[in-house]
Each structure stands twice: as C-alpha cells, then as structure tokens.
C-alpha cells in the first residue's frame, strides 16, 4: 500500500500558469519535504515542514511555495511556472528530521 | 559545488558477480549516509544506511563501506541480480548537528543495469 501518494503522477501546465501538486502520507510523519529533480541531476530540496514549521531553503526561488493544513497533506504551489521549473517533483516524509525519508513516486511536471 | 558526488553515471554487470558503486563527499560534518535505490517511474526507496561511527554496514546481500579519512563510501551487491537493475541515489547528512543541518543532500546516482 502507498504511504506517500503524489497526485497528479504527471502534470502539464502553461508558461505562467499557477499549478499546484498535492501530496498526502499514511505514515502519520510530522516532517514533509518537496524536492525537484531535473534529468540526471540530485534531487534538490526545496523546503520543508517539521509540523507546522516552514523551512525555505536558502536557494528555493520565491516563485515556489507551500502550504501543508494537517499532518497529511501538503502542496507545492508554482505561482509562475517558467521553463525551468519542468522537473519531478519529489515529496518524501520522516518521523523526526533526521529520521530515514520515505518517498513519493513523483509528479512530472511539464510547462508548454 | 556539490557535497555528495556520483562520478560514475552508469555501471554494467553481469549477473551473480560483485557491483561496486562509490560516492564521495566533501563535508567533514556529515556523520550520516544513505543508499537510495530507485526504479523508473517509482520514487526512491530506501535501501541501507551507515553512521560515522562504522566503517562497514551489511544487509543480506547489499553491504556499505565508510572511508572517513577519504570521505568515500561504496555499495557492494553481491551477487548481482537483474532486478538490481535500477538508478543508486547516495546521499549524507550532519545529523548530529541538528535543524536542518538534517536534511540529506543527495549525489546525482549511477543507473546500474546487471545483464542476465
């Protein structure tokens, strides 16, 4: 059974055009983080949630948001999608910051 | 400037012999590694870990190694199997530093694809 469900599996969006990608866990974790992956790349951390806490990393552009409204969701909003911002979309959770991540199967995110 | 380094993008291997993938790292904090596995159009899944405070970790057929001194770590698969064939994702933490100094950097992994 998933415990960290990513919806939608793949997302296409306009240049500009605001998207949100939504992802829930049965885990009952109390930290969830958003990472982007590029082709061939690390995966790169966005931000990340310890409860109710907001931690922005320092290089997470400001076009990148989020919002978590219980333990079990949490949503990466894209006010302006560019070009670059096609990516997967990683959401992963843990019990406890330096605990083992568990991941989500990703949302591919494509910008025409 | 990356912190978790992957140099090998790819890997090939027959089955039942030895994988050997390396990742090196430039941060004398980091006091925790991981090893991801991940299949295509899965995310990653959690495969082994080691503390600082070891230089070996074994878990059936997957052991990794720690060089502190050279800040290198391996993953040995033995023996291969085909459905070993999968991207490897190392990643480290300063987990005992606390805050977000937690959070894992990861390397950007090595496809290995192990030939029947």
């Known amino acids: 059974d998933a415990m960290v469900i990513q919806n939608p599996r793949y997302q296409v969006t306009q240049f500009g055009k605001p998207v949100t990608l939504s992802c829930s866990q049965t885990l009952n974790h109390n930290v969830m983080y958003w990472y982007q992956q590029k082709s061939s790349q690390a995966p790169k951390l966005l931000f990340h949630y310890y409860d109710k806490d907001f931690n922005n990393e320092a290089d997470t552009p400001d076009n990148f948001q989020s919002r978590r409204p219980n333990t079990s969701f949490c949503f990466l909003d894209i006010r302006s999608p560019g070009l670059g911002d096609a990516a997967m979309y990683l959401c992963a959770t843990s019990r406890g910051r330096q605990a083992q991540q568990h991941f989500g199967d990703g949302t591919r995110l494509s910008i025409l | 400037d990356q912190q978790v380094k992957q140099n090998s993008p790819s890997l090939s291997v027959q089955e039942g012999r030895i994988s050997i993938l390396n990742c090196d790292y430039t941060?004398?904090?980091?006091?925790?590694f991981l090893w991801y596995k991940k299949y295509p159009a899965e995310g990653p899944t959690f495969l082994i870990s080691?503390?600082?405070?070891?230089d070996k970790n074994e878990d059936g057929r997957f052991t990794v190694f720690l060089n502190k001194s050279a800040k290198h770590l391996s993953l040995h698969i033995v023996p291969s199997q085909p459905g070993d064939s999968a991207v490897y994702f190392c990643?480290?933490?300063?987990?005992?530093?606390?805050?977000?100094?937690?959070?894992?950097?990861f390397g950007k992994g090595t496809k290995l694809s192990v030939k029947p």
């Open positions: 080691i503390s600082s405070i070891k």
């Open positions: 990643a480290a933490s300063a987990r005992s530093y606390g805050g977000s100094q937690g959070n894992l950097i």
């Open positions: 941060n004398s904090m980091f006091d925790y």
